[in-house]
């Protein structure tokens, strides 16, 4: 793969959590061609394992383990088994995150035909059981496996913790309440840590994509013949650079934050990473 910097990651561990995923398992790649020894995390591990597999047989390290992000016990677990096949962890990527269906409204604007018709899902029918699914996993699967992998990083004196939070953290997006406050909690958690560890050698910062057309956003952004959605003409519009974002296109912003060399002096930042999405007012 093509990297845009190569810092040397020899004997280094790196954890990644939701490691299989589209945009993470592309930060897996970019890592063990650094030469890290890298733990996916991942849910379902079959996907970890493939992974694992592939980068292998580049030539490089990586393994697959099992984790629930919300789960204390399958945190803690998998944290014991990182230890015992690659030591302690150097750089923790929380990559797991995501949004739900049960959590997104069917339009943009109070509607109250929306509201009245029972095919439809307002703001009124999200139920907090909804709420709780996205929060958990986005917040709840932040901070649990840095609690368990930040310890390595106290122990030792040195490390890099590395959150992926959104452009919904700046921007709230229509539909999707219960993503964007979670994303802001993100970004916000980032900084709170980034103070908390300032004085032990630890770094924490995170990365906000722009938009990225994944399996997770696909009926949003595309109708099922293919054709973009009125949204995606929205996004688009609204970004400069007027393209989605592709999963090489954060491989340096990543690489750069996680490398005391390039980045030592840099703590509780938020980069957007998004084509100017975030720059541009609309005129």
Same mark, same amino acid.
């Given at each position: 793969?093509?990297?845009?910097?190569?810092?040397?990651?020899?004997?280094?561990?790196?954890?990644? !959590?939701?490691?299989?995923?589209?945009?993470?398992?592309?930060?897996?790649?970019?890592?063990?061609?650094?030469?890290?020894?890298?733990?996916?995390?991942?849910?379902?591990?079959?996907?970890?394992?493939?992974?694992?597999?592939?980068?292998?047989?580049?030539?490089?390290?990586?393994?697959?383990?099992?984790?629930?992000?919300?789960?204390?016990?399958?945190?803690?677990?998998?944290?014991?088994?990182?230890?015992?096949?690659?030591?302690?962890?150097?750089?923790?990527?929380?990559?797991?995150?995501?949004?739900?269906?049960?959590? !997104?409204?069917?339009?943009?604007?109070?509607?109250?035909?929306?509201?009245?018709?029972?095919?439809?899902?307002?703001?009124?029918?999200?139920?907090?059981?909804?709420?709780?699914?996205?929060?958990?996993?986005?917040?709840?699967?932040?901070?649990?496996?840095?609690?368990?992998?930040?310890?390595?990083? !106290?122990?030792?004196?040195?490390?890099?913790?590395?959150?992926?939070?959104?452009?919904?953290?700046?921007?709230?997006?229509?539909?999707?309440?219960?993503?964007?406050?979670?994303?802001?909690?993100?970004?916000?958690?980032?900084?709170?840590?980034?103070?908390?560890?300032?004085?032990?050698?630890?770094?924490?910062?995170?990365?906000?994509?722009?938009?990225?057309?994944?399996?997770?956003?696909?009926?949003?952004?595309?109708?099922?013949?293919?054709?973009?959605?009125?949204?995606?003409?929205?996004?688009?519009?609204?970004?400069?650079?007027?393209?989605?974002?592709?999963?090489?296109?954060?491989?340096?912003?990543?690489?750069?934050?996680?490398?005391?060399?390039?980045?030592?002096?840099?703590?509780?930042?938020?980069?957007?990473?998004?084509?100017?999405?975030?720059?541009?007012?609309?005129?």
């Amino acid at each position: 793969m093509f990297l845009p910097i190569k810092p040397d990651f020899s004997g280094k561990t790196v954890v990644v !959590t939701g490691g299989a995923g589209v945009l993470c398992s592309e930060f897996c790649r970019a890592y063990a061609a650094c030469g890290a020894k890298v733990a996916i995390l991942n849910r379902t591990l079959s996907k970890a394992e493939k992974l694992a597999d592939e980068i292998c047989a580049e030539g490089y390290i990586a393994k697959a383990f099992h984790v629930d992000v919300t789960d204390p016990e399958s945190v803690e677990q998998a944290h014991k088994e990182v230890l015992a096949a690659f030591g302690k962890c150097d750089i923790l990527v929380n990559g797991a995150g995501g949004n739900d269906p049960s959590a !997104t409204t069917d339009c943009e604007y109070f509607d109250q035909s929306i509201v009245d018709n029972p095919e439809k899902k307002s703001f009124f029918d999200l139920s907090p059981d909804a709420f709780s699914k996205v929060f958990n996993l986005n917040i709840t699967g932040t901070v649990l496996p840095t609690q368990a992998f930040a310890k390595d990083m !106290t122990e030792t004196g040195h490390g890099v913790i590395l959150n992926i939070s959104s452009m919904n953290s700046f921007t709230p997006l229509t539909k999707i309440p219960a993503y964007s406050s979670a994303k802001a909690g993100v970004s916000n958690f980032t900084e709170w840590l980034a103070v908390h560890f300032a004085k032990t050698g630890i770094r924490c910062n995170a990365i906000a994509p722009g938009f990225f057309s994944t399996a997770q956003n696909a009926k949003l952004l595309w109708n099922e013949d293919g054709t973009p959605t009125a949204r995606t003409g929205k996004i688009l519009a609204a970004t400069p650079m007027n393209r989605f974002g592709t999963p090489d296109d954060l491989t340096g912003a990543l690489l750069f934050l996680s490398d005391d060399n390039c980045s030592r002096f840099i703590t509780g930042v938020v980069l957007p990473v998004d084509g100017g999405f975030n720059a541009y007012s609309g005129v």
